[in-house]
T-cell receptor, first 118, second 114 residues
């Protein structure tokens, strides 16, 4: 009964490879996010999707391509991996305010995926 | 631009003592929500406490409470009766009502000492 799940939890790969991280939430939330947490623990938003529509794209290299097949899933595909992509990637979801039409409540985070690029 | 500042990169507290983590933020908006998240070594992000900016009463969750000063744009977290399990990174965050972007601070690493 995991709320937000990510696979894999650990990913070690060579520079130049292409990899994907999957995220699923069973909370019925409308909005999902991808964050990158670097080695200094700084948490930076990358993307946000609301009902499968891209809402936020925070100056992320176009080697990163999110895909939302339905509102319960938000996957992250990364092409041509670079050393600087090594980080922990978090998926999160939040419910939508019926009044304001945008999330105002708590985000629920997945367990994170530690990506190591060699 | 909206920002969140956590001026204490690291703090430590003795078990059973009280500690306060500071957070200030900057926004010109009036309606927003504030959060404290905890990230233990397991790296799972866990909500500690939330506060609606329109509420004057400070939020409380068991041993965790906040001191919300809207005019000063300050949102500090007080942990009472600190426990070893409170050892973690603590992140302050907020979101403007009607938007989709949560803004996070850089975190405070808290160590509870036995």
């Amino acid at each position: 009964d995991t709320a937000v799940s990510q696979t894999p939890k650990y990913l070690v790969t060579q520079m130049g490879n292409d990899k994907s991280i999957k995220c699923e939430q069973n909370l019925g939330h409308d909005t999902m996010y991808w964050y990158k947490q670097d080695s200094k623990k700084f948490l930076k938003i990358m993307f946000s999707y609301n009902n499968k529509e891209l809402i936020i794209n925070e100056t992320v290299p176009n080697r990163f391509s999110p895909k939302s097949p339905d509102k319960a899933h938000l996957n992250l595909h990364i092409n041509s991996l670079e050393l600087g992509d090594s980080a922990v990637y978090f998926c999160a979801s939040s419910p939508q305010s019926s009044f304001l039409g945008a999330p105002t409540d708590t985000q629920y985070f997945g367990p994170g995926t530690r990506l190591t690029v060699l | 631009a909206q920002t969140v500042t956590q001026s204490q990169p690291e703090m430590s507290v003795q078990e059973a003592e009280t500690v306060t983590l500071s957070c200030t933020y900057d926004t010109s908006e009036n309606n927003y929500y504030l959060f404290w998240y905890k990230q233990p070594p397991s790296r799972q992000m866990i909500l500690v406490i939330r506060q609606e900016a329109y509420k004057q009463q400070n939020a409380t969750e068991n041993r965790f409470s906040v001191n919300f000063q809207k005019a000063a744009k300050s949102f500090s977290l007080k942990i009472s009766d600190s426990q070893l399990g409170d050892t973690a990174m603590y992140f302050c965050a907020f979101i403007i009502s009607g938007t989709y972007k949560y803004i996070f601070g850089t975190g405070t690493r808290l160590k509870v000492l036995a």
